[in-house]
């Protein structure tokens, strides 16, 4: 068995105090005092971020991460745009299929806010195609597309989409390390203003800086020492053509479907087993299409269904989804978000979620999406 | 076992009149063709990339592969300076561990040459810890820093230093696909201007545009088809702190210690044993510490012993280094690097290295150094 069992997360917002080093020093210190293992007990940590060398000229992390730990142990950063965490996270589990008794830390970090909007806006459509890029397609352009091509095929409007940010925000209230800790209505959606035609203020998730970490092992001894475990049933990742004018559909994100249809498939598991789940929420649509492509919602029906407010806590429906806060109301700190999605299904499923427990969940599911859908990460943990 | 059975590179150099995205595709499409495999029997990639994010807002590459192969497979980027080719090898190696019956693709890839000097010194820089940034310590200007208190303490002088890049251009010039194929001589590298005392041009790597790539199979079909293969003995990482200023000497990478006594244990090989090593000779001081690091030489032996040219090609000498003409003649198209190194190392096993073939090489090594140390990667592989 492969656990995870123990998370950290800094606070996740406009962190202006914090440097990306300090956000990383203080996950590590953070999972090392929680876990209450000895650093001379990790083996390797897969680190993922993914703006580091554009924003500030800082890549190499590993080694900086040697340097805080004052270790020799491999470390990897990987890079999948903002599914960076995600991938790590799956490498994490890749690598102790192989080294049986060992113990990591998988850890993401991402430091936004210093750089100015017209910076990170540029930064963060490295994500996209060069073609894109030219022509000038911001990521909200490229979602933007996808959100409109969605409402025009299954006959939806924008207060549609509005349903999925005022159920992610009300998550958020119950989770202290939130990005925005308050509560909007379906009008405040609709009212706030546009950022890429349908796709409002509102419907966007924020820029963020974040850490957040988690101890994966295979070590009996260290599973048997952990207060609560959760054990990784599977993990994929797909990919799929980095520009939008190369799919074959607009209205799925094929790496989602692929990457699901194997964990599903690895795990033994039907997706109606599942109880709560992390999707990548980057805008409002991206959620939509995430509860379709895994196979929650049938294709084309998620417009009607996010307005049922059935995947929201206290809501009694079978499935709950983004108790975070998601990536529009917990934050989007790249890097970190993939493994805040793992840490977010950790505490449910051993519950240690506080206010937003859910109750009894056996089976929870982490999805995570770089750039328009290029990669996907599909994790799948139960207790 | 697993094993590497194919191996293909674009030429190193200057190279004009090629983007990114068309040493990415050459690198494809020779590895596919030169292997005689289908893209559908490739099961995963790991592409090593240092600069695409810094240099031309190029991320998430990992897309970019499989939007050229139209392939939904997982692809892996991942970053570690200039050990990125040597990272994704070594994760490449631990994916197959774990996955019996597969074949991957590891290729890396670096595109330098568009950036202007100013431009690519700085991202090069993104390699070393921000405090070394800050106070101006340019990548030529650490290493020239190691070179001075390895020259004091071990009382050598420049021309001991020069010895390697003669040896390494002399290789270049039987090396067809080198960015240097000419000859030079210790008085030209004493003639040449200083670019961070004690070190000159002719002691450093060039500014190279490049893509390597080599199949990994521990599918035994796949090994019986192969004309000619080498099996991986061992592959390990170590880290160091990523600042000078936190390592305990300066007359050692303990990276470089660290992962080749790990390397060296798991192969049950002795220094002694290799035959054929490719080494990161980023700048000449950096051959010499390597030598002594990983064992071959004695500590402090290595400028005198560099001045014996017993590891040229034709030295009768037990161990020849850098027949492809290492980083400096070769040419240092960073994330290719490590690729191209293990590349190397097969041709020379498998007897496919031509006008440079060492005879009868059993044993042979690849080491690989991110930033100033704070990385390496040993790997050893044997016919």
Redesign the interface.
């Known amino acids: 068995m492969i656990a995870v069992t123990t998370y950290y997360t800094t606070c996740f917002g406009e962190l202006w105090e914090k440097s990306f080093?300090d956000l990383i020093r203080e996950a590590l210190e953070g999972i090392l005092a929680q876990s209450k293992l000895d650093k001379k007990e990790i083996s390797a940590i897969f680190f993922g971020n993914?703006?580091g060398?554009?924003v500030?000229?800082?890549?190499?992390t590993?080694?900086?991460?040697?340097?805080i730990l004052?270790?020799?142990?491999?470390?990897?950063?990987?890079?999948?745009?903002c599914a960076s965490g995600g991938?790590a996270f799956?490498?994490g589990y890749?690598?102790l299929?192989?080294n049986p008794g060992k113990t990591i830390i998988v850890i993401g970090a991402e430091k936004m806010n210093d750089a100015s909007p017209e910076k990170i806006t540029?930064?963060l459509?490295?994500?996209?195609?060069?073609e894109e890029?030219e022509v000038g397609l911001t990521f909200p352009g490229l979602y933007g597309m996808l959100a409109q091509y969605y409402l025009h095929t299954y006959h939806y409007t924008e207060k549609h989409l509005a349903a999925i940010p005022v159920k992610n925000h009300y998550h958020a209230t119950l989770n202290e390390k939130a990005h925005f800790k308050r509560a909007i209505t379906i009008e405040q959606v609709l009212a706030s203003p546009y950022v890429a035609t349908p796709l409002k203020v509102l419907d966007s998730s924020p820029i963020s800086d974040g850490a957040a970490a988690v101890i994966l092992t295979n070590d009996p001894k260290v599973i048997k020492k952990a207060r609560a475990y959760a054990s990784i049933l599977a993990s994929?990742?797909?990919?799929?053509?980095?520009?939008l004018m190369?799919r074959k559909r607009l209205d799925t994100l094929?790496?989602t479907t692929?990457a699901s249809g194997k964990a599903f498939a690895h795990a033994r598991l039907k997706p109606q087993a599942i109880q709560i789940a992390e999707l990548h929420d980057c805008f409002s649509i991206a959620e939509i299409l995430a509860m379709e492509d895994i196979g929650f919602w049938k294709k084309g029906s998620g417009g009607r269904r996010a307005t049922e407010f059935s995947t929201q806590f206290g809501s009694g429906g079978p499935l709950i989804t983004n108790t975070s806060g998601g990536l529009k109301a917990a934050g989007h700190p790249v890097g970190a978000t993939g493994i805040k999605q793992i840490g977010e299904v950790y505490l449910q499923l051993t519950q240690q979620a506080g206010k937003r427990q859910v109750k009894s969940a056996q089976y929870g599911l982490a999805h995570n999406v770089?750039?328009s859908g290029?990669?996907a990460v599909i994790s799948v943990l139960g207790v």
Not at 56 to 60: A, I, R, S, T, V
Not at 236 to 243: C, G, L
């Open positions: 080093s993914m703006l060398g554009i500030e000229n800082n890549l190499h590993g080694a900086n991460i040697a340097e004052d270790l020799h142990i491999p470390i990897f950063r990987t890079e999948a745009a991938v799956h490498l890749q690598y299929q192989s540029t930064a459509s490295s994500a996209a195609s060069q890029q994929e990742v797909a990919t799929d053509s980095i520009s190369n094929e790496a692929v770089g750039g290029g990669t």
